[in-house]
Every structure is written in structure tokens, then in C-alpha cells.
């Protein structure tokens, strides 16, 4: 059995962390709110309010580090 290994995110996860929050709205909220709400959301919009959250210890995040990019 392969054991799956997590560590806590760092400034460096900010953008994939906001990637995959955007698309995440976009899904859950999907037939919910309008499509032209959820289609101007950035993928980016979230990367300063990670990085300031991860930096001041106000957000703790688990990343599983993989070779694939988003």
C-alpha cells in the first residue's frame, strides 16, 4: 500500500491554492448563481488573502504535493 504524504502549505502553494478555490465555487455554485458571476471569477483573485493568511498564521492549509501542475 502506498502511504500518501500532506505537509503544511507555504507562500509557494498561494496560486495553485487559488486555482483550485475558484474552480471550487465555480463547481459548487454552478445552476446557483448566475454563470456570469461565477465566469468572471479569476483563478488568481484569492493568491493575496492566501499568501497574508499563511503569513500571519491566520490560515492553516495542508497541501498533497504532486508532480502534475494545475
Same mark, same amino acid.
Given at each position: 500500500m $502506498? *502511504?500518501?504524504?500532506? *505537509? #503544511?502549505?507555504?507562500? =509557494?502553494?498561494? %496560486?495553485? /491554492?487559488? #486555482? #483550485? ?8 455554485? $454552478?445552476?446557483?448563481?448566475?454563470? =456570469?458571476?461565477?465566469? $468572471? ?5 484569492? @493568491?493575496? /488573502?492566501?499568501?497574508?493568511?499563511? =503569513?500571519?498564521? %491566520?490560515m492553516?492549509?495542508? @497541501? ?7
Amino acid at each position: 500500500m $502506498q *502511504r500518501i504524504k500532506i *505537509r #503544511i502549505a507555504s507562500i =509557494e502553494d498561494s %496560486t495553485s /491554492m487559488s #486555482i #483550485i478555490h475558484a474552480n471550487s465555487w465555480k463547481k459548487a455554485y $454552478q445552476d446557483l448563481l448566475p454563470d =456570469e458571476y461565477l465566469n $468572471q471569477i479569476k483563478d488568481l483573485r484569492w @493568491v493575496d /488573502m492566501i499568501n497574508k493568511c499563511l =503569513e500571519d498564521n %491566520t490560515m492553516k492549509a495542508w @497541501v498533497l504535493p504532486s508532480k502534475k501542475k494545475l
